[in-house]
Nanobody, 121 residues
Framework: QVQLVESGGGLVQAGGSLRLSCVAS????????MGWYRQAPGKQRELVGL???????NYANSVKGRFTISRDNAKNTVYLQMNSLKPEDTAVYYC???????????????WGQGTQVTVSS
């Protein structure tokens, strides 16, 4: 009923940039907070950044000044622009969307399938 499809991951050199996209599709009544998380091998999943309906953003200290989260409500899409990438940014990145949708129009968190970001030195 609701699906999040991510794209934009890949292999880049340190100092490079990537732009991740996550599109929510299906029956969606409203979208609340949207965010990006990442999980490196052997590490806990951590919040990278989030954005509210009003456009307020929060970022992990490790990515402040380098990553920018944005959203396009008309396209049900959240983006993560990643600049000045470092090897320690290597992880699987997941989008998360808090929304009301599905056949019952119920509120749930939905997760993307994850996209691999690898930064080489």
């Amino acid at each position: 009923q609701v699906q999040l499809v991510e794209s934009g991951g890949g292999l880049v050199q340190a100092g490079g940039s990537l732009r991740l996209s996550c599109v929510a599709s299906g029956t969606i009544f409203s979208i609340n907070v949207m965010g990006w998380y990442r999980q490196a091998p052997g590490k806990q999943r951590e919040l990278v950044g989030l954005i509210t309906t009003a456009g307020t953003t929060n970022y992990a200290n490790s990515v402040k000044g380098r990553f920018t989260i944005s959203r396009d409500n008309a396209k049900n899409t959240v983006y993560l622009q990643m600049n000045s990438l470092k090897p320690e940014d290597t992880a699987v990145y997941y989008c998360n969307v808090d929304l009301v949708g599905g056949r019952a129009h119920s509120r749930h968190d939905y997760w993307g399938q994850g996209t691999q970001v690898t930064v080489s030195s």
